[in-house]
């Protein structure tokens, strides 16, 4: 079922009187590429259907890849509702990872048609409420927020979210090693490896890569050292 197809029946099911009525619209948002080295951030957020169970649900990162990308479609077809948003590597930059984070996971909630009554966060922050704002316009208002350390292990709804979110950046990471082969993004996914430290000395930054991260930020200031040596000599 495709996006757009979800969504339509995301907004049929909001228009029923038990959905109205429910107090267990609750959305589970999570992250994936906070700590790598190059490419954005990315956010889902996901509620769940209690009449459609899904088996299989834990922590994206104790998943291999293969049941991951088997869980990933599942989850987007049974969901209620379901978003998947991110933040640039320039507004990574700007605003440092963690407000880059938050703001992947306010765009993640405020793409959803249906208002959850609750929104589970992954880790030990809520989104701050100023993110909101937008989209209280439409809903009456912001939904009630709760934090879970170790959510994404601990909370189906929240596992959901993070196997969106990983599968959702992987596949923006294997798009990009077609691009730069050379970098072996389509292995280690932008994480700072051996092989991708060992690639970003020899070819240097791309415009993928995050230039306020140490392992870049100090190639960069090598490469610059070297052509200043080259012209002063």
Same mark, same amino acid.
């Given at each position: 079922? &495709?996006?757009?197809?979800?969504?339509?029946?995301? !907004?049929?099911?909001?228009? @029923?009187?038990?959905?109205?009525?429910?107090?267990?619209?609750?959305? &589970?948002?999570?992250?994936?590429?906070?700590?790598?080295?190059? !490419?954005?951030?990315? #956010?889902?957020?996901?509620?769940? @259907?209690?009449?459609?169970?899904?088996? &299989?649900?834990?922590?994206?990162? =104790?998943?291999?890849?293969?049941?991951?990308?088997?869980? +990933?479609?599942?989850?987007?077809?049974?969901?209620?509702?379901?978003?998947?948003? %991110?933040?640039?590597?320039?507004?990574?930059?700007?605003?440092?990872?963690?407000?880059?984070?938050?703001?992947?996971?306010?765009?993640?909630?405020?793409?959803?048609?249906?208002?959850?009554?609750?929104?589970?966060?992954? !880790?030990?922050?809520?989104?701050?409420?100023?993110?909101?704002?937008?989209?209280?316009?439409?809903?009456?208002?912001?939904?009630?927020?709760?934090?879970?350390?170790? !959510?994404? +292990?601990?909370?189906?709804?929240?596992? #959901? #979210?993070?196997?969106? #979110?990983?599968?959702?950046?992987?596949?923006?990471?294997?798009?990009?090693?077609?691009? %730069?082969?050379?970098?072996?993004?389509?292995? %280690? =996914?932008?994480? &700072?490896?051996?092989? %991708?430290?060992?690639?970003?000395?020899?070819?240097?930054?791309?415009?993928?890569?995050?230039?306020?991260?140490?392992?870049?930020?100090?190639?960069?200031?090598?490469?610059?050292?070297?052509?200043?040596?080259?012209?002063?000599?």
């Amino acid at each position: 079922m &495709g996006r757009r197809e979800t969504k339509k029946r995301m !907004g049929d099911l909001f228009n @029923d009187v038990m959905l109205e009525d429910s107090a267990d619209l609750i959305a &589970g948002v999570d992250e994936a590429g906070r700590g790598p080295l190059a !490419g954005p951030v990315v #956010a889902a957020a996901v509620i769940l @259907d209690p009449m459609r169970p899904i088996a &299989g649900l834990r922590d994206s990162k =104790k998943l291999t890849e293969e049941a991951r990308e088997t869980l +990933a479609p599942v989850i987007k077809e049974k969901a209620l509702d379901w978003s998947v948003a %991110h933040a640039t590597v320039e507004e990574i930059d700007e605003l440092n990872i963690l407000q880059a984070t938050m703001l992947a996971m306010k765009r993640a909630v405020m793409g959803l048609t249906v208002r959850p009554n609750l929104v589970l966060v992954d !880790g030990n922050q809520t989104i701050p409420e100023p993110l909101f704002r937008q989209r209280a316009a439409c809903w009456p208002s912001s939904p009630r927020q709760k934090s879970i350390v170790d !959510g994404d +292990a601990l909370v189906p709804v929240i596992s #959901a #979210a993070s196997i969106i #979110a990983k599968t959702t950046r992987d596949q923006w990471l294997i798009e990009l090693d077609k691009e %730069h082969p050379e970098y072996g993004f389509a292995k %280690h =996914k932008g994480y &700072g490896t051996a092989e %991708h430290l060992a690639a970003l000395e020899k070819y240097g930054p791309l415009p993928a890569h995050r230039k306020t991260f140490g392992p870049v930020r100090k190639v960069i200031e090598m490469r610059k050292g070297k052509e200043g040596e080259l012209e002063l000599s």
